[in-house]
């Protein structure tokens, strides 16, 4: 198993961007969830080693994985503020999205948008 790595978590205004970024070599499958209390984490993006995306219907337009494991977040606002986990599967296709979950997980990076 590889750890993952997390970085690019912080503090911005709202309205602002930030770009997490994930290293995770060797899976087929990245993803990024969210840990929103009283649901766990929830799914934000995924993406397969061909580039295939899958997005939460609350980001669509406003956040843009990459295959490298980055996650690119634009108009930004309070709601999106949380700890940010990047995980990371060995399947492709079909399993990469987000219903079906990750398997190893980094450790988190906190991203908080101020009014």
């Known amino acids: 198993q590889v750890q993952l790595v997390e970085s690019g978590g912080g503090s911005v205004q709202s309205g602002g961007s930030l770009r997490l970024s994930c290293a995770a070599p060797g899976y087929r499958c990245v993803g990024w969830f969210r840990e929103v209390p009283g649901q766990g984490r929830v799914g934000v993006a995924t993406i397969d080693k061909d580039g295939n995306a899958d997005y939460a219907p609350s980001v669509k337009g406003q956040f843009t994985i990459s295959q490298d494991g980055g996650l690119q977040m634009n108009s930004l606002e309070s709601e999106d503020t949380g700890t940010y986990y990047c995980?990371?599967?060995?399947?492709?296709?079909?399993?990469?999205?987000?219903?079906?979950?990750?398997?190893?997980w980094g450790t988190g990076t906190s991203v908080t948008v101020t009014s």
């Open positions: 995980g990371a599967r060995n399947e492709g296709r079909r399993q990469c999205q987000i219903r079906y979950g990750m398997h190893y």
